[in-house]
């Protein structure tokens, strides 16, 4: 039975850190929680970047300078082996919202100085206590739609920001029985058949 609780331990300060940090101070704190190749993966337009520095300069920072008061909302927070590489390698998954106000221009779109929320889904790969692979993605255009600015032609459904459970059963902050995991994930992997 693996013992995953230092992992998310890790990944919990790390997000801590990075929301307390100033948008100048990001780069040194990803470089405390990160392997010195850290490869982190986003989507267009920030593609795949390698160590803190260029992390923190092409996404953190910037958003952070966007979005004043920029907070994590986890709704969903759990750790385990990856199944794609032999169930070897220790991930940890935080799916919510950073939420903040929009008080600065980001990626061309106009602020709304309100609070805007950015859905996100963020996976870091840890290993000897660092953080040594993420994978980060988030919802630009749902930014786009609350600040008014809609790149889509009109939808037949509503859009609205998705509120996480109510009762936050998502955020496994603490040890997990490996049995419920097990069958977790076989029931996952047979709706995939």
């Known amino acids: ?106 990626l061309g779109i106009r602020p709304t100085g309100r609070i805007t929320m950015l859905r996100y889904v963020e996976f870091n790969r840890v290993e000897n206590g660092k953080i040594t692979e993420t994978a980060m993605f988030c919802d630009i255009p749902q930014v786009m739609v609350q600040a008014g600015q809609n790149p889509f032609p009109p939808q037949t459904g509503a859009h609205l920001v998705q509120p996480g459970p109510m009762t936050h059963e998502g955020l496994m902050w603490g040890a997990q029985d490996p049995a419920k995991g097990k069958a977790t994930l076989d029931a996952i992997n047979a709706m995939l058949t």
């Open 1 to 106: 039975m693996t013992d995953f609780q230092p992992a998310k331990d890790l990944v919990r300060q790390y997000h801590h850190d990075l929301s307390a940090a100033a948008p100048e101070a990001v780069a040194e704190v990803l470089a405390r929680y990160t392997g010195d190749r850290w490869l982190w993966r986003g989507m267009h337009p920030f593609h795949e970047q390698t160590g803190a520095e260029a992390v923190a300069d092409m996404f953190w920072s910037p958003l952070k300078a966007s979005f004043t008061r920029l907070q994590r909302r986890p709704d969903i927070f759990l750790a385990g082996r990856n199944e794609m590489d032999g169930f070897h390698s220790v991930w940890v998954v935080s799916m919510g919202h950073l939420m903040g106000l929009f008080d600065h221009p980001w």
